[in-house]
């Protein structure tokens, strides 16, 4: 089988890295984007639109036996929602669907086809299935940005819960994880903030940006949630053009070394504070100094400019974290659709979280990001490689126990020793007054010898890791006070007594250990207690991954590895070393030695016991028994259980004979089809022989009738001369196709009427008759120039004659001819690929026009001419070459007899 057509590399009898790169490769040429490895199913973005996703293709993967069919994402949707139904032999159990890859693999579009298809699968009602599909969008406004990687990249964990009662879903939940706050302050080169904020200044025109009114304009885009009410939007979008302001106010120091507000940002700070529905001196009070309370007394610390820019930055980090937070509080409130608390609800989670990423400068952000894709790797170690903690012992893999909820162990990679350790430092550092080269400092004491750490020898704060996916580099400057995420101690009370109603309600909010917005009504109190915020009084970082973990070990998962071919984003391209890093990051390499050498299907006791009862059930046998640890049977049972087994085995033969019947007829008719194939061939060889033949009888006979046809046409031209008729005039020396004559084709009308059709011959003889008579009374004169007849009018000839005419002519060759049934003509026209007809109307002040032409002509040469300038729409054709007139009964009677038609021809 060649490398393209393999579906499933596990079962491919050597594979390494070269073999599975060209199976990729092979694959991907040949636009097989998708390929399962095992139950894993590999993703490559084509960059490009292809025809995988049509309503017929949804259909057919609804149900199916996963090698029935190709591999692609429907089947993963489908194998998740069969499982969770309890249909794949296991019990009835929650999902979850885990997509990673690197940033711009694909991630985002692959979980919106994967909720697609399972609102398909469980024929989900129109207004919650829309209601799914359409919040992504606003999500990617508020949480998504440009990156030197992707320009549509994730900034932040998606975990998207589908709720189910039996097949039906009922709801939907997202939860939001590790949202990168700090983008909101600084963005590195080639980077840009998150797209909400392009979408609204793309709305305000240069006045309203000198005026600082913002809201009006930014209410315009594109937020239309059904439980979000005007006033909530007018005040969602104040607020984040009150960030855009903040942003703006810069700091300097004064003479006696305090700091205050520059003076061009004093317009700044005025808008920022209207925007906030807070006084001015209050806010300013809270960038530029501290209050604290120490024995009923307040005691208030001056800024330094560091300090000020750093209150400031916390401030708009903190107020768009809890802003994104409300948006998705709010799409939960949309896709809760009331579920009752008392039903028993099954779930389908899926999950969409950044990629790997290793830019030139590493800093917190990525930590956390990479921290999260060790945690995956992980989880997707402890499902698929995992078998049992002394299994393959002698390949040296070494684990250590991370505990979790309720105390349960969990075994994960050994990879996992530096990263854990380092997040317990945080903790360790958080409410100590440290900086961050003590941090690196006591990174490098701790596990200078550990063999995933590396010192680095800098002046400053960098270390390395060695993730699963290769080293990283880290600057540490900023660690810890992101990863305290902070806001000034008075800021929580003096937004809470906002008087923009939305933000009153964020900083009211109570903020889980996830760091999740939790709101709740504001309680405005101007005598509450100062106090010091903290999104959690620990990194709540590792309490997101840590909520993250247990709800996927809780279920059964479903991996889909997403690969990036290429760093351009182009088509059909497929970047070899690229790819194969993303590869080995993925461990997919070690996924297929180990399923294939490995016991990869290893069920529970309990769970073996269940299908081995759910068997027994469906025979006859009766009276044995299911002990805690056995099972019971009676003597006779033994005999029972051989005899049914005896005739499964003589259903397999009838099964196997069967198959093999229908394989060999498949192969039959697959020879049979050839032959016939064959022997048409023949068959049309020999007619085109046969054709050949009578077309040298033709033009033997043509060439006798000649000198006959000349004596005619001189007759016809001096019997017009003398009587003077419209026509009399026209130089008929040459020939044209008005010189056949009835008394010529005797022969030729005997055949029409052999042909067992005499009526319809004579109402086709009735209509070419009465087009004659119409062109000679009405078109003569027009068509014809000083006498003659164009070169490139035929009279009336077939469609087919036309175009055998023009067979062999170039491109540009054209020819007009007289309708046969109608009173008109026809323009044909040699293209590129075959020859094109086009319809000349006769309009009713006696003007030519070309259908779909808007120029109208006075005559056919007039139409012709201008046409051999300007092109005939829709493709601009241009008349080139006129196809000359040869003998018309010689034309003609070539394409009858080509044809086996046989038409009297005659202007007579």
């Not at 090698?67 to 429907?74: A, D, K, M, Q, V």
């Not at 039906?168 to 939940?173: D, E, F, H, N």
């Not at 590792?542 to 909520?547: D, K, Y």
Request: proline share 3%; net charge positive.
């Amino acid at each position: 089988m060649e490398e393209h057509l393999q579906e499933d590399l596990a079962s491919l009898s050597d594979l390494d890295e070269k073999s599975l790169l060209e199976s990729l490769t092979g694959r991907f040429s040949h636009n097989h984007i998708y390929t399962y490895i095992g139950d894993i199913l590999v993703a490559v973005n084509p960059f490009k639109q292809l025809p995988l996703y049509e309503k017929e293709v949804s259909e057919r993967y609804k149900c199916r036996e996963k090698s029935s069919l190709p591999p692609h994402i429907f089947a993963v949707a489908d194998r998740a929602y069969q499982s969770m139904l309890g249909r794949l032999g296991t019990g009835p159990k929650n999902q979850c669907i885990v997509i990673s890859g690197e940033s711009g693999a694909g991630k985002t579009e692959s979980t919106k086809l994967l909720l697609r298809q399972l609102m398909e699968l469980c024929r989900a009602n129109s207004q919650l299935e829309q209601q799914i599909l359409q919040v992504n969008p606003l999500l990617e406004a508020f949480g998504n940005a440009q990156t030197v990687m992707n320009d549509n990249s994730s900034r932040f964990g998606k975990y998207i819960q589908l709720r189910f009662q039996n097949s039906s879903v009922k709801g939907a939940k997202i939860n939001e994880y590790l949202l990168e706050k700090s983008r909101v302050v600084h963005q590195d080169e080639g980077e840009r903030n998150f797209h909400i904020f392009y979408c609204m200044l793309a709305g305000i025109s240069p006045q309203d940006k000198e005026m600082y009114v913002f809201v009006v304009h930014c209410v315009k885009i594109c937020i239309d949630l059904n439980s979000v009410m005007t006033q909530e939007k007018v005040d969602m979008m104040t607020i984040l053009a009150g960030i855009l302001s903040l942003g703006n106010i810069t700091f300097e120091t004064t003479d006696s070394d305090a700091v205050k507000v520059s003076e061009k940002s004093q317009g700044w700070l005025k808008a920022t504070a209207g925007q906030f529905g807070v006084q001015e001196e209050e806010l300013l009070r809270c960038l530029t100094c501290t209050m604290s309370v120490t024995r009923g007394e307040s005691i208030h610390r001056l800024h330094n400019q560091q300090q000020a820019e750093d209150a400031r930055d916390s401030i708009a980090k903190v107020v768009y974290g809890r802003v994104f937070g409300w948006i998705v509080s709010k799409i939960n409130e949309l896709l809760s659709h009331k579920l009752d608390s008392d039903v028993a609800l099954s779930e389908i989670g899926i999950l969409d979280i950044f990629g790997f990423e290793n830019f030139a400068v590493n800093r917190f952000e990525q930590l956390c990001i990479n921290l999260a894709n060790e945690q995956l790797q992980f989880f997707f170690n402890h499902h698929i490689f995992l078998m049992e903690q002394n299994e393959y012992k002698e390949e040296g893999i070494q684990w250590e126990t991370i505990t979790f909820k309720d105390n349960k162990p969990i075994l994960v990679g050994y990879r996992s020793v530096p990263l854990t350790r380092c997040l317990a430092l945080f903790e360790l550092f958080f409410n100590l007054q440290a900086t961050d080269g003590n941090f690196v400092d006591k990174l490098n004491s701790k596990f200078k010898a550990n063999p995933h750490f590396e010192v680095v020898k800098s002046h400053s704060p960098l270390f390395t890791i060695v993730h699963y996916a290769g080293k990283v580099q880290y600057n540490a400057s900023g660690f810890l006070e992101k990863n305290r995420d902070n806001i000034p101690a008075n800021i929580r009370a003096l937004f809470i007594n906002s008087v923009t109603p939305l933000l009153s309600v964020l900083f009211a909010a109570t903020i889980s250990r996830t760091g999740t917005l939790m709101p709740r009504k504001a309680k405005v109190c101007s005598t509450m207690k100062p106090l010091v915020y903290h999104c959690h009084a620990k990194c709540p970082m590792q309490h997101s991954l840590a909520v993250l973990m247990e709800k996927m070990f809780a279920a059964s998962p479903h991996f889909v590895r997403c690969i990036k071919p290429n760093s351009s984003k182009l088509p059909d391209q497929l970047d070899s070393k690229l790819v194969m890093d993303q590869l080995r990051y993925n461990g997919l390499l070690e996924t297929i030695r180990i399923r294939r050498e490995g016991f990869s299907w290893r069920p529970f006791f309990k769970e073996f016991v269940q299908r081995c009862i759910s068997i027994l059930n469906t025979t006859e046998l009766r009276g044995w028994k299911c002990g805690s640890s056995r099972l019971f049977f009676k003597y006779w049972h033994q005999e029972e259980l051989a005899r049914l087994l005896e005739r499964l085995g003589k259903a397999a033969v009838v099964i196997q004979k069967n198959y093999h019947a229908m394989s060999c007829r498949r192969k039959y008719l697959v020879l049979l089809a050839e032959v016939r194939r064959q022997q048409q061939a023949q068959r049309e060889r020999e007619m085109e022989e046969e054709m050949r033949m009578r077309r040298q009888l033709l033009e033997e006979e043509e060439r006798k009738r000649q000198l006959f046809m000349e004596q005619e046409n001189k007759s016809k031209r001096e019997h017009s001369f003398v009587t003077r008729k419209p026509w009399a005039f026209l130089n008929l020396g040459q020939a044209t196709p008005f010189d056949n004559d009835l008394q010529v084709n005797t022969d030729l009308m005997k055949l029409l009427g052999q042909s067992g059709d005499e009526e319809r011959a004579k109402e086709k003889r009735k209509k070419r008759n009465n087009t004659i008579r119409w062109f000679k009374e009405t078109q003569v004169r027009k068509v014809a120039r000083n006498g003659t007849f164009p070169c490139w009018f035929h009279g009336m000839i077939t469609r087919r004659q036309a175009e055998d005419l023009l067979i062999d002519k170039p491109l540009g060759c054209f020819l007009i001819r007289v309708g046969q049934s109608r009173e008109g003509y026809t323009l044909t026209y040699r293209g590129a690929d075959r020859c094109r007809h086009y319809m000349i109307e006769m309009q009713s002040n006696g003007k030519y026009v070309i259908l779909g032409e808007d120029r109208a002509h006075s005559s056919l040469p007039d139409l012709v001419q201008y046409h051999t300038q300007v092109g005939i729409e829709p493709l601009m054709e241009l008349l080139t070459i006129p196809c000359g007139q040869v003998s018309s009964a010689s034309a003609v009677s070539k394409a009858s007899f080509l044809h086996k038609k046989f038409y009297i021809i005659t202007f007579s």
